[in-house]
């Protein structure tokens, strides 16, 4: 039985409503007065793991056609991105990066025992690395897929095997721009996370990627909560896995 | 004014006494600011930046890259010194450098084997 269940977390109530609200902090961002810049007072690291094709472009790729000329397209996609953002008067730079994983027959998974029959070793030793730093873990599923959403409990599998006990966990309903397409009810997911102690819930879409923003915000909202902001200038690098399933092609 | 006064008298404003950036570095397309004020330091270096704009009519079998040589930077040692910038995958030992919002690019330039430099084309970006 895993003890993380049982550890008694922040009440869960808020997570539902997360999606609905306009985010205050890129708002009062655009608001504020000039004021004159300061460096980031925490830099956290985000890696978003996930399967090539059906839904990685969703939450962090919008690979436009004016990126780069037709010839060079095709060679080249978004490795990293540093994004700032300001949450509880703190600047946060985040470094939020992409990996894109193996493309394989049926079910993309990145870990679990299905994965090893189709990824390269390098693979399963970068996930397993990746779980072990995390403090932030963003579980997606996709609303228009029910196996994205079946899946779930394999993917907390892992977090469970891999990931610290002390992670905040974030489930994420993706593609809210599909309404007409939705399988997933938003009370699934709500009643899915409300299961796991601590797990917050919210709904997103890629599309006009503002709910984006959110996911990460919540995230490092949650675990800035836990650390003391008290002590000055902590340059402390933490991994915050979205673990990004969006099943078959 | 010729072209190259018109634009060495549009240069000074944006450096200041001490060689930085007096402006914040934003994306020529979606606003997304790039750097803040200060933070980056002006340096020459002839850098080869792939054009921003599709070309019509360039097949994807079409070897050649179109592009500029352009030799005016912004140059910050330590990628998190940037606000928002996004990187590309390698090509060859370079990464190029493009907006985290829109990722309209290339804007910039940074090469592996130098791991405290990175280039912000003037060119292809805002300044305010």
């Given at each position: 039985m895993d003890p993380r269940y049982d550890i008694p977390r922040r009440a869960a109530g808020g997570g539902g409503g997360g999606s609905a609200n306009s985010s205050p902090a890129l708002g009062a961002q655009s608001r504020r007065r000039k004021m004159p810049p300061r460096p980031a007072d925490f830099k956290l690291q985000i890696i978003i793991i996930g399967s090539r094709g059906v839904g990685k472009t969703s939450?962090?790729?919008?690979?436009?056609?004016?990126?780069?000329c037709e010839a060079c397209k095709s060679t080249v996609g978004v490795d990293f991105k540093i994004k700032t953002v300001e949450l509880r008067g703190k600047k946060i730079r985040l470094q939020i990066c992409l990996t894109v994983t193996h493309r394989g027959k049926g079910r993309d998974y990145l870990a679990g025992s299905t994965v090893t029959l189709h990824c390269q070793e390098r693979f399963n030793s970068i996930t397993s690395a990746y779980y072990r730093g995390a403090k932030g873990i963003v579980l997606v599923y996709d609303i228009t897929k029910q196996e994205t959403f079946e899946d779930l409990p394999k993917w907390m599998k892992m977090i469970d095997k891999y990931a610290s006990e002390e992670a905040e966990l974030l489930l994420v309903g993706n593609k809210l721009d599909c309404e007409t397409d939705r399988i997933i009810s938003r009370q699934q997911g709500e009643r899915f996370a409300s299961r796991i102690s601590g797990m917050r819930f919210c709904e997103a879409s890629a599309?006009?990627?503002f709910n984006v923003d959110e996911i990460f915000l919540k995230l490092v909202d949650d675990i800035l909560s836990k650390v003391r902001l008290n002590v000055p200038e902590i340059h402390f690098t933490q991994c915050i896995h979205c673990l990004v399933h969006f099943g078959s092609l | 004014m010729d072209q190259e006064s018109k634009e060495s008298t549009d240069r000074s404003s944006l450096v200041s006494d001490d060689g930085k950036n007096s402006k914040s570095v934003l994306c020529q397309r979606c606003g997304s600011k790039v750097l803040c004020p200060g933070t980056a330091v002006l340096a020459e270096k002839e850098l080869f930046l792939p054009s921003m704009r599709k070309k019509s009519g360039l097949s994807s079998t079409e070897a050649s890259v179109d592009g500029d040589t352009l030799s005016a930077h912004w140059f910050v040692d330590d990628m998190y010194t940037f606000e928002n910038v996004g990187f590309t995958k390698d090509v060859g030992r370079i990464k190029y450098l493009i907006c985290a919002d829109c990722e309209i690019g290339p804007i910039g330039w940074h090469c592996l084997d130098d791991k405290k430099s990175f280039y912000i084309a003037l060119d292809r970006v805002n300044h305010a």
């Open positions: 939450l962090m790729e919008r690979f436009t056609d004016d990126t780069f599309k006009d990627n | -």
